[in-house]
């Protein structure tokens, strides 16, 4: 099955269990951003399964995700996040570009939360481009995008002891002052889930930073 065919598939899936009602409060709740075909998580998690399996043995099909983000229909990139969830581990330094390319695209917290993981995942498994990793997330951190700003300052969310606390110091640093509720929603996050493993580091740091309220008050959350 080509990607052409998997998409296609897919959608033809989705479309057969879609629910209107659903469909609404999805939407209503995504600020009407984008149509939806209704498709709670268990329900789309079935219909993805024929198509999903395997593809840890074949190479990364960017193609087939690349359609999925063209779709109008938001399930469609959901589909392409569990797709590249699966295949995660053949992810690395080469296919960050890839992944900032979608956190720009249809941007909304719920995509780009999801590619935050990948990030993470490719910064602890590509061990030969750590450094290069660190460095592209430094550039991320000043993108024009804050969709792009907010990735890297969530790319550690989860890593605990893996987490290179200088690099999340630099990264929030770089984006201190902003008024982009996103963005300092995600620094609060970002503080809170460190501090769950090294909340001396996240004390001292809150400590001196003039954080907006937002911030402190989400990051403190645990100290």
Same mark, same amino acid.
């Given at each position: 099955? &080509? ?8 959608? %033809?899936?989705?479309?057969? @269990?879609a629910?209107? /009602?659903?469909?609404?409060a ?8 984008? =149509? ?9 998690? *079935?219909?993805?399964? =024929?198509? !999903?399996? @395997?593809? &840890?043995?074949e *190479? ?9 983000f %063209?779709d109008?229909?938001? /399930? ?5 996040? +569990? #797709?590249?969830?699966?295949?995660q581990?053949q !992810? ?9 390319? $979608?956190?720009? &695209?249809?941007?909304?917290? +719920? ?8 990030a ?33 300052? *969530? ?5 605990? *002891?893996?987490? +290179? =606390?200088?690099? $999340? @110091? ?19 996050w970002?503080?809170r889930? #460190?501090?769950?493993?090294? =909340?001396?580091?996240?004390? /001292?740091?809150v400590?001196?930073? +003039?954080?907006?309220? $937002?911030?402190?008050? /989400?990051?403190?959350k645990?100290?």
């Open positions: 099955m &080509t990607p052409f065919e998997k998409y296609q598939a897919v959608k %033809k899936a989705y479309a057969a @269990g629910n209107k /009602e659903n469909a609404q999805m939407g209503k709740y995504m600020r009407n951003l984008f =149509p939806f075909y209704g498709l709670k998580t268990p329900t789309r998690r *079935e219909l993805s399964r =024929p198509f !999903l399996k @395997g593809v &840890t043995k *190479e990364i099909a960017w193609d087939l995700v690349d359609l999925c %063209k109008d229909y938001r /399930e469609m990139q959901y589909f392409a996040l +569990d #797709y590249l969830k699966k295949v581990k !992810l690395t330094f080469k296919d960050l570009p890839k992944i900032k390319q $979608l956190a720009e &695209t249809k941007s909304w917290w +719920d995509s780009v939360d999801s590619l935050v993981k990948l993470g995942q490719i910064f602890i498994k590509d061990e030969e481009n750590k450094e290069k990793t660190a460095a592209l997330m430094l550039a991320w951190a000043q993108d024009p995008d804050f969709w792009v700003r907010r990735t890297a300052i *969530e790319f550690q969310l989860g890593l605990k *002891e893996a987490t +290179d =606390p200088n690099l $999340l @110091g630099k990264i929030i640093d770089r984006n201190l002052g902003s008024q982009e509720f996103f963005i300092n929603k995600a620094i609060g970002a503080l889930d #460190y501090s769950k493993t090294n =909340p001396a580091w996240v004390r /001292e740091y400590a001196s930073r +003039d954080l907006s309220a $937002l911030s402190r008050r /989400e990051g403190s645990y100290i």
